[in-house]
């Protein structure tokens, strides 16, 4: 009797914690104190190609509104967004763009998805997608379909996923085309040494 009572206790335990995940609650776990970073796999398959094109890197965010991408694999790139602006670099082609952002470009929904998920900010998020959130007894799941897009064509779709009580360590982004990346997060570092880091990046970017 006492190992049923036990175990009763334990599985009512498990439901509490199923049922208080929420899409508030993951974006609170998302959002820095001061700064944050991620480790990324990115893989993108096009639907012209058959080959898969890979890549890796760090992302950075920073409260309010600052974001910043490092692909460090197959070959530098950077492409930082602050407030409005979009700054893009990539060295070995010796490549600079500073341009007002677009969020309803598809070739940026991922920046854009990243930008609202790394600074907690579900106002955002709920600005430029129609949000759908469920949970499972393991895992979480975050659907968004941009509500900008061509008539005739299907919206973006991005899926975040993480397992329940942490922050995503999955995303996926669907474009209209059909094209798509997918990413494998790490899971976030906090800290005033990532504020320092994502500083020193932001002005080497500046000096391009």
């Known amino acids: 009797m ?36 991620i480790s990324y796999q990115e893989t993108r ?20 509104d600052v974001m910043l991408k490092q692909q460090l694999q197959p070959e530098l790139e950077m492409m930082a967004a602050q407030g409005s602006q979009l700054t893009y670099s990539k060295p070995a ?10 969020e309803s470009n598809p070739m940026m929904a991922s920046l854009a998805a990243f930008k609202g998920m790394m600074t907690g900010n579900l106002v955002y998020l709920r600005q430029l997608y129609e949000l759908k959130f469920t949970i499972s007894e393991l ?23 993480g397992l329940n009580e942490q922050a ?18 790490s899971q976030p570092q906090q800290g005033l040494a990532v504020k320092a880091q994502l500083a020193d990046l932001l002005q080497s970017l500046q000096r391009h």
Do not use: C
Not at 139 to 161: F, H, N, R
Not at 170 to 180: C, E, F, H, Q, Y
């Open 93 to 102: 082609t010796q490549t600079f763009h500073q341009l007002q952002i677009d």
């Open 139 to 161: 895992s979480w799941t975050l659907e968004m379909l941009a509500k900008d897009y061509e008539e005739g064509e299907e919206p973006v779709k991005i899926i975040m996923q």
């Open 45 to 64: 398959y096009m639907g012209l190609f058959d080959d898969e094109w890979q890549g890796s890197g760090t992302l950075y965010a920073e409260i309010p």
């Open 168 to 185: 995503a360590n999955k995303m996926a982004v669907i474009l209209p085309d059909g094209d798509r990346s997918s990413y494998e997060l």
């Open 2 to 37: 006492i190992k049923k009572i036990a175990a009763v206790f334990l599985l009512s335990l498990s439901a509490v914690g199923y049922a208080q995940e929420s899409i508030e609650s993951v974006m609170a776990r998302m959002k820095p104190d001061v700064a944050v970073k």
